[in-house]
């Protein structure tokens, strides 16, 4: 047959269409959450090391610019036994980073959970005096921050010291018993003298509760006035479809930016089940985990009207990360009700694209 004019161009358009098809098709699906949001903040993810080595490792790099090591990095994990320090978890961390230009945030010098047993105690387990303490806190932060001098740029340095009650300040844990509010400050400056070019966070949850949020703010102003160097205010928001509202978090960032220092959300989740702060026993309901598509549609909508807050508030969020990288294991599976499946993440239990996922990237 002989190809008129008309019929190769139209052969022609029909060809570089398909191509150019092709090639957006490919461009979407290279494009991560980090590419969407590269006008506005990093995105980042908490890992553990084994994550690393498994199909999630692909899409961490694809989608993320920022990494956080889930347990890795904690004093009880990194530092088992008085002189003897656990590297090789956060090392592999550090270098997968490295390795792939991602961001580091550092996850945390000093918290009353998941600390080793020898820290409080004596070798006749009683409890440590206040000097002893801090002068471990002290060796603590300075080897770890140390170690990790010029390739961790942020700190979670102080992890949840605010009381969650109402009418009281702060938290009455180990550290607090023994060295009143003072360790607070002393860990700052200590990882401060360990790499002065780290930015140092204050870390808290449950800060979309008015009372809470306040307590926050008046700790972070102290410090401030202290002269402490503390540089920043990690908001967890370990949150739910049903909450915060969207007027309830807007007001959580615009009181924590009157502080004047950058706000990371640090350990974003958006639970399928209302929210509960504490561990709890199973109930019946507790069996009713399918992911249904009306908790899908209402989980999707939560996640688009948080992350719409969140670019509205880009001139203070300096950060965003998710705890946890798809819905195939979270700390939630096992919190507050131990094996009730949770589906918090914005990548389902195969590792694809949520409802969710769509919805945060669509604006
Ligand atoms: C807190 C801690 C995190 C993590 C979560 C639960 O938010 O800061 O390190 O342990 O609890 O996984």
């Known amino acids: 047959m002989k190809l008129t004019y008309v019929k190769v161009s139209f052969l022609l358009l029909l060809v570089s269409l398909i191509s150019c098809s092709e090639k957006r098709d490919n461009a979407t699906a290279n494009k991560g959450l980090k590419d969407y949001y590269k006008d506005h903040f990093p995105i980042g993810v908490a890992v553990s090391p084994r994550a690393l080595n498994t199909d999630e490792a692909g899409l961490i790099v694809t989608e993320f610019n920022s990494i956080t090591a889930e347990n890795a990095m904690k004093m009880g994990p990194i530092h088992p036994k008085e002189n003897e320090y656990f590297w090789e978890h956060a090392d592999s961390i550090v270098a997968f980073a490295e390795r792939n ?4 945030r550092g996850h945390t010098l000093c918290w009353h959970n998941q600390t080793p047993a020898w820290l409080f105690m004596d070798a006749d387990s009683n409890q440590v005096t206040k000097e002893i303490l801090l002068a471990r806190l002290k060796d603590h932060i300075t080897t770890v921050v140390n170690r ?12 949840e010291v605010i009381s969650d009650k109402k009418d009281e300040f702060y938290r009455d844990s180990p550290w607090y018993k023994i060295c009143g509010p003072e360790f607070i400050a002393k ?5 401060h003298a360990a790499d002065p070019e780290a930015l140092l966070f204050y870390n808290d949850y449950n800060e979309i509760n008015p009372v809470k949020r306040k307590k926050i703010i008046q700790l972070v102003e102290e410090l401030k006035a202290a002269g402490v160097p503390i ?10 479809m049903y909450e915060p509202t969207r007027a309830r978090l807007d007001s959580t960032l615009t009181e924590f930016a009157t502080l004047g220092l950058p706000l990371q959300i640090t350990e974003l989740d958006v639970s399928v089940y ?28 939560a996640y688009a009207t948080y992350f719409e807050v969140f670019r509205k508030h880009k ?6 990360t998710f705890w946890n990288i798809s819905d195939q294991h979270s700390w939630l599976d096992h919190f507050p009700v131990r094996n009730r499946k949770d589906y918090p993440l914005l990548f389902d239990t195969n590792l694809k694209r949520k409802n969710a996922y769509h919805k945060v990237v669509d604006f």
Do not use: C, M
Not at 187 to 191: G, L, P, S, T
Not at 285 to 293: A, I, K, M, S
């Open 148 to 159: 990790y001098r010029g390739k961790i740029y942020a700190w979670d340095v102080v992890n």
């Open 274 to 301: 209302p929210k509960e702060h504490g561990r709890r026993e199973r109930k019946p309901e507790d069996d009713l985990t399918d992911f249904t598509q009306e908790k899908e549609a209402k989980q999707a909508q």
């Open 315 to 320: 001139a203070s969020i300096t950060s965003v």
């Open 231 to 240: 540089h920043g205010v990690g908001l967890q928001a370990h949150w739910s």
């Open 101 to 104: 230009k991602i961001k580091i």
């Open 187 to 191: 860990a700052f400056e200590y990882a």
